[in-house]
């Protein structure tokens, strides 16, 4: 299984970015696919996850309203698009895979089976 994230960049304050993870190797129709996010000196913290069937999605907190996850099944492609961007969204941004079938959305990293390699964003002030 692989997971290849693409996309990141460097942004000024309120632009945006998208962000691509293609999946190869395996189909995730019932698990959820996250995004997950590190900043130098921090813990890697959750971003958003969407059920590849169904399309159940949750954010966190600090991006709800600027970012939209969103699949393309046909592709086996997952997207998060980051609009508004500020610099506290500065981090490597990576891409993961669940393969417990969660009934509900897993925000712990430790519960993703698969990472893609991470794209760097970077918002500029």
């Known amino acids: 299984v692989q997971l290849q994230a693409s996309g990141g960049g460097l942004v000024q304050a309120g632009g945006s970015l998208r962000l691509s993870c293609a999946a190869s190797?395996?189909?995730?129709?019932?698990?959820?696919m996250g995004w997950f996010r590190q900043a130098p000196g921090k813990e890697r913290e959750f971003v958003a996850a969407?059920?590849?069937?169904?399309?159940?999605?949750t954010y966190a907190d600090s991006v709800k309203g600027r970012f939209t996850i969103s699949r393309d099944n046909a592709k086996n492609t997952v997207y998060l698009q980051m609009n508004l961007l500020k610099p506290e969204d500065t981090a490597v941004y990576y891409c993961?895979?669940?393969?417990?079938?969660?009934?509900?959305?897993?925000?712990?990293?430790?519960?993703?089976?698969?990472w893609g390699q991470g794209t760097q964003v970077t918002v500029s002030s």
């Open positions: 993961a895979a669940e393969t417990k079938s969660f009934l509900v959305v897993t925000m712990r990293s430790g519960d993703y089976d698969y």
């Open positions: 190797g395996r189909t995730f129709s019932r698990n959820f």
């Open positions: 969407i059920r590849w069937s169904g399309g159940s999605r």
